[in-house]
């Protein structure tokens, strides 16, 4: 065990606490986290999302997805999160849900629009979720242009339905554009009053599977430096809410870079030479990252890893596939990339 008693201890007991990760597990592990595209249908078409604008003659069907998380899991993976397109819309997403909670040791995610039915929401519960985040990006009313969006209203009544049935893990996962700049504190404030945490990162335009040409974003949405000086002050608020103690999740680096990070999409996760996590898209191939397929999906499928050779070869050649890419500001890829270091001043420490 550490016996320090500095930031590294306390840092070292939360990470063995969330991804159940043990002292000799530590001299194994790499990355510790994976995202899955468990479909790239959706029953939505936000005008932002990259997601659905690429669609597979064939995915992968319920069987598949349980070998290809215990495959995750055998590698070390200990937190996967599960998104879309839009699970729900998959008729086992519930078997598949009480399969990790009864056949795996993994912590999971699941990202959803909240558009299901009833029928939907029940089998989740009874199939024993554990955290949900809903798409939020507005509180939506009249007052609000942007108050049509049906995953926003969708996404706060299912986080108060959810709680009612006792789930234990809810959070409100919001996308900073230009149109709901000036609406996304109200949001952070209103899901931090009503207990459910927040998880916040800027809209990534004009990268990504056939997102290449900037054009094909609308101009309307994006973030300029115009906008850095409203994203400064929501910087320093979330900062502020953060230390007094609100549920917001992401760290203070990552907010405190966003103003201008968030704006350029120049920020890089590959520079320590492994992917930060391990990236599943719904036909099993192996993406570069959580925004684009890239050349690792033409070289790797997840049921390669069976054989942990592959899984090497995967490590050595995701740091070639990507270092040609111009950046992003995921916010997934950055706390990723920051508990990997951590977990190596933990090896240090401890070997």
């Given amino acids: 065990m550490l016996t320090d008693s500095g930031n590294i201890s306390i840092a070292a007991d939360k990470l063995w606490e969330m991804f159940k990760i043990t002292p000799d597990d530590l001299s194994k592990l790499k990355v510790i986290e994976g995202s899955v595209y468990l479909t790239r249908k959706c029953n939505l078409s936000c005008q932002y999302c990259k997601i659905i604008k690429t669609q597979f003659d064939l995915e992968l069907g319920l069987e598949e997805w349980k070998e290809a998380l215990m495959i995750m899991e055998s590698l070390g993976i200990r937190f996967v999160n599960i998104a879309g397109g839009e699970p729900t819309v998959l008729p086992w997403i519930g078997e598949l849900i009480r399969f990790i909670n009864e056949e795996t040791s993994m912590e999971y995610s699941i990202v959803s629009n909240s558009t299901f039915k009833d029928s939907r929401l029940d089998e989740l519960v009874n199939a024993g979720l ?193 270092a040609e890419c111009s950046g992003c500001y995921w916010s997934t890829m950055y706390t990723a990339k920051e508990r990997q270091k951590m977990l190596g001043q933990m090896k240090a420490k401890l070997y």
């Fill in 130 to 322: 554990k955290t949900y985040v809903a798409s939020i990006d507005v509180l939506g009313g009249e007052d609000n242009g942007l108050g049509h969006l049906k995953k926003s209203s969708s996404g706060i009544k299912m986080l108060h339905r959810l709680k009612e049935k006792g789930v234990p893990n809810l959070c409100g996962n919001i996308v900073i554009t230009a149109c709901n700049i000036d609406n996304v504190m109200d949001v952070v404030e209103y899901l931090n009053d009503n207990g459910f945490w927040t998880n916040i990162c800027p809209i990534i335009w004009g990268k990504g599977d056939k997102w290449e040409k900037t054009e094909i974003m609308d101009n309307s949405y994006r973030l300029t430096e115009a906008h850095e000086e409203k994203m400064s002050l929501i910087s320093e608020r979330l900062i502020q809410m953060k230390k007094a103690g609100a549920l917001i999740l992401p760290t203070e680096e990552y907010l405190r870079n966003m103003p201008s990070l968030g704006v350029r999409l120049n920020w890089k996760c590959f520079n320590g030479g492994i992917p930060p996590r391990l990236i599943v898209d719904a036909d099993g191939a192996v993406m570069d990252c959580i925004n684009v397929r890239g050349k690792t999906s033409k070289q790797f499928n997840i049921f390669d890893f069976s054989n942990k050779a592959a899984y090497k070869e995967y490590m050595k050649a995701w740091k070639d596939n990507v």
